[in-house]
T-cell receptor, first 113, second 112 residues
Framework: EAQVTQNPRYLITVTGKKLTVTCSQN?????MSWYRQDPGLGLRQIYY???????DKGDVPEGYKVSRKEKRNFPLILESPSPNQTSLYFC????????????FGPGTRLTVT | QKEVEQNSGPLSVPEGAIASLNCTYSDRGSQSFFWYRQYSGKSPELIMF????GDKEDGRFTAQLNKASQYVSLLIRDSQPSDSATYLCAVAVRRTASKLTFGTGTRLQVTL
């Protein structure tokens, strides 16, 4: 089954404790992206990657890191999480040339206390 | 000014009616326009995309684009209760996969 998977789905952590949210897709898509979704603010893009070893900032990259060492994986790293990073996070992927026709993962709900 | 603006709703329409969802964008160079549907507690799923001025139809859905007015809309004909969801408008400056900017969404309620 073609899908984007994220782990963990739910995470409660404390301020400053480094964490990684994994994202993997099995559709051989070149493009991958991370978003956060907050009430009243909608979906905002954090980082995106056009292909392996190619990443770029979205609208809200502060406090986040990403890497794209393999085509299928695009982990999101919070090196020192803060309460304002409490949010619902989505990973998405798309084949190059399809613009915004993205496939979204199920989401990761992160709470930072 | 927000880059992509939508009325948050809720937009309430009776079953069988036409629902009209609207979106405006600020970047005149935008080239790709998308409508996603998001059910409560679920991830967004793509409904339609449109690149050129005019209408594009897919089943009960019609996307309309007017680049001169920087306006894109989604019409849902014969609305069903299962259409009740939040509809997200998204805009990209290129046709290839790139930075995508979403509106905050319009919540649609289809009543019996």
């Amino acid at each position: 089954e073609a899908q984007v998977t994220q782990n963990p789905r739910y995470l409660i952590t404390v301020t400053g404790k480094k964490l990684t949210v994994t994202c993997s897709q099995n559709m051989n898509h070149e493009y991958m992206s991370w978003y956060r979704q907050d009430p009243g603010l909608g979906l905002r893009q954090i980082y995106y990657s056009m292909n392996v070893e190619v990443t770029d900032k979205g609208d809200v990259p502060e406090g986040y890191k990403v890497s794209r060492k393999e085509k299928r994986n695009f982990p999101l790293i919070l090196e020192s999480p803060s309460p304002n990073q409490t949010s619902l996070y989505f990973c998405a992927s798309a084949p190059t040339g399809t613009g915004g026709s993205q496939y979204f993962g199920p989401g990761t709900r992160l709470t930072v206390t | 000014q927000k880059e992509v603006e939508q009325n948050s709703g809720p937009l309430s329409v009776p079953e069988g009616a036409i629902a009209s969802l609207n979106c405006t964008y600020s970047d005149r160079g935008s080239q790709s326009f998308f409508w996603y549907r998001q059910y409560s507690g679920k991830s967004p799923e793509l409904i339609m995309f449109i690149y050129s001025n005019g209408d594009k139809e897919d089943g009960r859905f019609t996307a309309q684009l007017n680049k001169a007015s920087q306006y894109v809309s989604l019409l849902i004909r014969d609305s069903q209760p299962s259409d009740s969801a939040t509809y997200l408008c998204a805009v990209a400056v290129r046709r290839t996969a790139s930075k995508l900017t979403f509106g905050t969404g319009t919540r649609l309620q289809v009543t019996l």
